[in-house]
């Protein structure tokens, strides 16, 4: 398979990408980049030594997969354009965009390619992402295994069966990132209302967070099991817990969950 890479985008997403996969010793050489924003073409030549292009069409040629990094609303018109190229090359090609369908990937570059679906999220700027991958039927083995690879630069991958649960996906750890933020904000502005100075109530709010992130990750117990290990009966954590019960917690994140699905699926519309 020939491994050489070209990313059709170079913005926040790309930029992770191409890090994590020359850090882990991809050889820069083998990956180039179009991106029409002058500066963001110099700062990945010169921060991963990768070939920036203007166009995509200069990046894809000779690349074995094609990575579509740029924002849903434009991908269109990106694959439209670069079609030709893909019915000549018949690539491997990789999307990242939120909310679009293997389906119409295919379509607008013209059908009959293998097409992976990615979810990555933003902790892929710091190698500690997870991302959501779905194959369209048209990918084989060796697809698979080399999509798996190139999103592992970003940080742990989960394969999706159905295409239908990509937007599950969005709505958990596409958009996750930010409910941990939000719960980090209430807990900062709370602390400071018990009257906390705000430099120790966001110390010691983060370092919770990633206390309690470190535990979910590295012990066996599941997250329940380690809530009941630090609720004792009658104390302050029990007081705690039950007005989150009794304000509805779990139906509200239900309810907030359910409405990013919703919204992906509608922006998945939108953009046929
Ligand atoms: N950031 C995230 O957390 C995240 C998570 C999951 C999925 N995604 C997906 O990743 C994709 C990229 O997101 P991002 O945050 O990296 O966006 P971004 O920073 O805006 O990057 C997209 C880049 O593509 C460039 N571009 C536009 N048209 C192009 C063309 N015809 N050829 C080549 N490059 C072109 C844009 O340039 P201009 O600015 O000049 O338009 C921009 O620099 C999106 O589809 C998004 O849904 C992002």
């Not at 159905?162 to 750890?173: C, F, G, I, K, N």
Request: proline share 4%; glycine share 10%.
């Amino acid at each position: 398979m020939n491994h050489d890479i070209a990313f059709i985008g170079g913005g926040n997403m790309a930029r992770s990408l191409i890090g994590g996969l020359v850090a882990r010793g991809h050889a820069p050489a083998a990956i180039r980049v179009a991106e029409p924003v002058a500066a963001l073409r110099a700062a990945l030549q010169a921060d991963f030594g990768v070939t920036a292009c203007e166009h995509g069409a200069q990046a894809v040629a000779g690349a074995g997969t094609w990575v579509l990094a740029v924002k849903p609303q434009v991908m269109r018109a990106v694959c439209e354009e670069l079609a030709p190229l893909a019915q000549a090359q018949r690539t491997l090609v990789v999307s990242i965009a939120a909310g679009i369908t293997t389906a119409q990937i295919d379509r607008w570059l013209g059908c009959g390619l293998p097409v992976v679906r990615a979810m990555p999220n933003t902790p892929a700027l710091l190698g500690a992402g997870v991302t959501g991958l779905y194959a369209g039927p048209a990918v084989d083995a060796a697809g698979r295994d080399f999509a798996q690879a190139l999103l592992s630069a970003a940080g742990t991958t989960v394969w999706i069966d159905s295409e239908a649960q990509m937007d599950a996906v969005t709505a958990v750890s596409g958009s996750g990132p930010a409910y941990v933020f939000l719960l980090a904000e209430a807990m900062v502005d709370a602390a400071q209302r018990e009257g906390l100075p705000p430099e120790a109530a966001r110390a010691l709010v983060l370092q919770t967070v990633l206390g309690a992130a470190r535990m979910l990750t590295e012990s066996d117990a599941d997250a329940s099991e380690l809530r009941r290990r630090v609720t004792s009966p009658g104390g302050t954590t029990q007081a705690a817990i039950e007005t989150f019960e009794a304000g509805g917690l779990r139906a509200l994140v239900a309810a907030a969950i359910h409405a990013a699905r919703v919204r992906g699926a509608e922006l998945s519309a939108a953009n046929d």
